[in-house]
């Protein structure tokens, strides 16, 4: 019986993702991640010591690793990552599949409830970005350890042993979940809300039994349900018990929110400032958009600007009154219906670290933060239909039909999806026409065309961007540095000195001005913005650059070579400090060391006349100096 669900389920989510190995990067995060020296690096111990500490304001070690891992196996293009990218979300299914199928013995609405997870398009971003790679990984270990957990409850009395390693297992896969992304440290809310139903574990000792027996009929209608909630049936020592067990799950789960915070805190993501006042009633609102988008699955974006203070009372309103309606239809109905009472509180609870109370960057909310709140609902949704559908026809032939319609219809819809992330500027556009004046969405498409060598119509994106946004920083910075690759210097200092004046400690546009202060020989005054640049920050890689630079042009090659070396530590991918150290040691007649690093960079950038140009004049200056 599982393998008449599961094949299918797993042939049919690698058929609407087959698409997935042809995707590319996209220019949002996924540089960060795919694109990082140490994950292209591979696996090895110093990666592994890498992956310990905090990177992009996030503590996920094992999302670093299984990144490294795809390197050595499948290289540094996008396809590797992809593919496994899918192949967990595939596995996912599966698991989704298991563990329901375990908990409650109905396959049919078990496989349903994971074909609903696997093909509706509001997962598909968490699975085409290579950056959420943390999304898949964490919700497949979160799903081992909830399968684990499930089959621990139904172990006998008389193998405690048996059932003490289940548990021992489902809390390691927890901690292996947390390590990937803290996303499910709502996991142990959730074990008790299936402890309730469909495991039946607060009922009485005599009374569970029978309750098993009857969840582990697959061919019955009725599902085990807990019983009139009266002394003789519930028992609060079960609860007691229930909880009791559970304690090292909330221990973890409080450990890495606190770990989660202080990460998040570092390097800027908590930086997007909303009053409370704002950041409620968005959560309020957003929990009643995430359920239209489930049932109606268009205008799907990858970034929805936050509203701020300009939600409604009336959209607040509309959205607090359906919540509350369905929480009470829910509570009303929780002994004769209590998979709609599992499910619901399984989706408002498993939202709340993604709700957006605590803000974590400027978004209103993400298609990706669904991922795992969602199988509530469908839970929810399954079960209920099943149970109020009149048997005969309807039960047996309309609504098993109208299920796989469904499913198509979802499917076609997530391939479409899947096609906007081909590639960065298709997926840009696409955001744009589902978000007008979304100045963030300007701003990454300005990036992706200058990427691309698009100036044309890059430039205008980040105009754009500028005029919706009104006076922020780094956009002034990006245009500057868009003039800059097109040789207006006079427009892309003016951009530097506008986004100074905006945030004098804006590092970026101090070091724009002194870059180009450095380009007109004007020295002294490079300098003293270096200076600031340094007091602002002290270890930024692109200070270090431009004073390699500074020195190199002064003719202080070991001063330059040590500041290209000290930029290089702090970031081992950059460009320029790699350029500058070259050119400084050409300066010191180091000339082998500085052509292996100008053939190395020549590699990189098969296509910059300006290394190939430096190249060939230290080679020419090797030849000289050995025919003296």
Not at 99 to 117: E, H, K, M, N
Not at 119 to 130: F, G, I, N, T
Request: contains cysteine; glycine residues 6%.
């Amino acid at each position: 019986m599982p393998l008449l669900f599961g094949v299918p389920l797993a042939v049919g989510t690698l058929a609407v993702y087959s698409q997935a190995w042809s995707l590319s990067f996209i220019n949002v995060d996924d540089p960060v991640y795919a694109q990082d020296p140490h994950v292209q690096a591979g696996f090895s111990i110093e990666g592994l010591r890498w992956s310990l500490g905090v990177h992009d304001c996030n503590w996920i070690p094992l999302t670093w690793l299984s990144l490294m891992l795809d390197s050595n196996l499948f290289g540094t293009g996008p396809a590797g990552y992809h593919v496994t990218n899918v192949l967990l979300h595939a596995a996912n299914a599966l698991l989704l599949f298991a563990a329901l199928l375990s908990a409650t013995g109905y396959a049919a609405r078990s496989a349903f409830v994971a074909a609903l997870f696997a093909l509706h398009p509001l997962h598909v971003e968490s699975v085409a970005w290579v950056a959420e790679r943390k999304d898949v990984l964490s919700i497949f270990f979160g799903l081992l350890s909830l399968w684990i957990y499930a089959r621990s409850t139904q172990v006998g009395t008389g193998q405690s042993f048996a059932r003490a390693w289940r548990f021992v297992g489902s809390f390691l896969f927890f901690l292996c979940s947390l390590m990937s992304k803290p996303t499910l440290v709502t996991l142990p809310f959730v074990f008790l809300l299936l402890d309730y139903w469909p495991l039946a574990r607060f009922q009485s000792v005599a009374e569970r039994p029978a309750l098993a027996k009857g969840r582990a009929g697959n061919r019955k209608r009725k599902p085990a349900e807990p019983q009139e909630v009266t002394p003789a049936s519930f028992s609060r020592q079960s609860l007691f018990r229930r909880l009791i067990e559970k304690i090292p799950f909330f221990v973890a789960a409080a450990a890495f929110s606190a770990i989660a915070i202080y990460a998040q805190s570092q390097g800027g993501a908590m930086t997007a400032q909303f009053p409370f006042s704002s950041r409620w009633r968005n959560a309020v609102c957003v929990y009643l958009a995430y359920l239209e988008k489930a049932a109606y699955p268009v205008d799907l974006a990858m970034y929805y600007p936050h509203r701020g203070s300009e939600i409604g009372w009336m959209s607040l309103g509309i959205a607090a009154f359906v919540l509350l309606a369905v929480t009470g239809v829910a509570i009303a109905f929780v002994r004769r219906y209590p998979f709609l009472f599992v499910g619901w509180f399984w989706y408002l609870g498993s939202l709340v670290p993604m709700i957006g109370l605590v803000q974590i960057g400027s978004q209103q909310m993400a298609d990706r933060y669904t991922y795992f709140p969602l199988i509530g609902i469908f839970i929810s949704v399954t079960w209920i239909v099943a149970e109020l559908a009149p048997a005969g026809l309807i039960h047996d032939r309309v609504m098993p039909m109208a299920g796989l319609a469904w499913l198509a219809l979802l499917s076609t819809i997530s391939f479409s999806q899947i096609s906007y992330w081909h590639d960065s500027v298709t997926l840009l556009r696409h955001t744009q026409s589902c978000t007008p004046d979304n100045s963030t969405i300007h701003e990454f498409l300005g990036s992706a065309l200058v990427g691309e060598r698009n100036f044309e119509e890059g430039v205008p994106e980040y105009q754009a961007a500028i005029r919706i946004a009104g006076n922020y920083a780094p956009l002034h910075v990006d245009l500057a540095e868009a003039y800059e690759l097109l040789g207006r210097t006079g427009d892309a200092f003016a951009e530097y000195r506008a986004a100074a004046e905006i945030d004098p400690r804006s590092v970026d546009a101090v070091n724009g001005i002194a870059r180009i202060l450095i380009d007109r020989g004007e020295l002294d005054e490079a300098r003293r913005q270096l200076d600031r640049a340094r007091e602002i920050e002290a270890d930024n890689a692109l200070t270090y650059a431009n004073l390699a630079s500074l020195a190199v042009k002064t003719g202080d090659f070991a001063g330059g070579l040590d500041y290209a070396e000290r930029g290089l530590k702090l970031n081992p991918a950059l460009y320029l400090c790699d350029l500058r150290a070259a050119q400084a040691l050409r300066g010191l007649g180091r000339f082998d060391e500085a052509a292996q690093r100008l053939s190395r960079l020549a590699q990189i950038a098969p296509t910059d006349a300006f290394v190939q140009q430096e190249l060939a004049q230290t080679l020419e200056l090797k030849r000289a100096s050995s025919g003296k």
